[in-house]
Nanobody, 125 residues
Framework: VQLVESGGGLVQAGGSLTLSCAVS????????LGWLRQSPGKELDFVTA????????TYANSVKGRFTISRDNGKNTVNLKMNSLKPEETAVYYC???????????????????WGQGTQVTVSS
């Protein structure tokens, strides 16, 4: 499975940005696709994930109501729409995938098998 992120960039606080993760190489219905982020000097944090089987989703509390993850079947991509961005959300955002099975496992970075190269999101104050 290959994952390629795009859509990162510079945005002002309060602004919006949409990230995309192109998925190739084959997935199974047990796969989850997640977005995780890492700010400078901090650990990798879970943001959101979506089930490949039924598109059910889960979000970190800090992004609920502002971020939306979705799957575009036609393009085989997973998108992350981010609204009301905050400066502290400046980070490298990674797309990750794996045969996690249950959504609750998506919050743990070590559960993922495949990772993209990451895309930088910078939120200016």
């Amino acid at each position: 499975v290959q994952l390629v992120e795009s859509g990162g960039g510079l945005v002002q606080a309060g602004g919006s940005l949409t990230l995309s993760c192109a998925v190739s190489g084959g997935t199974s219905n047990n796969y989850l696709l997640g977005w995780l982020r890492q700010s400078p000097g901090k650990e990798l944090d879970f943001v959101t994930a979506i089930s490949w089987r039924d598109t059910s989703t889960t979000y970190a509390n800090s992004v609920k109501g502002r971020f939306t993850i979705s799957r575009d079947n036609g393009k085989n991509t997973v998108n992350l729409k981010m609204n009301s961005l905050k400066p502290e959300e400046t980070a490298v955002y990674y797309c990750a995938a794996g045969n996690l099975g249950r959504l609750w496992r998506a919050m743990y970075p070590q559960e993922y098998t495949y990772w993209g190269q990451g895309t930088q999101v910078t939120v200016s104050s």
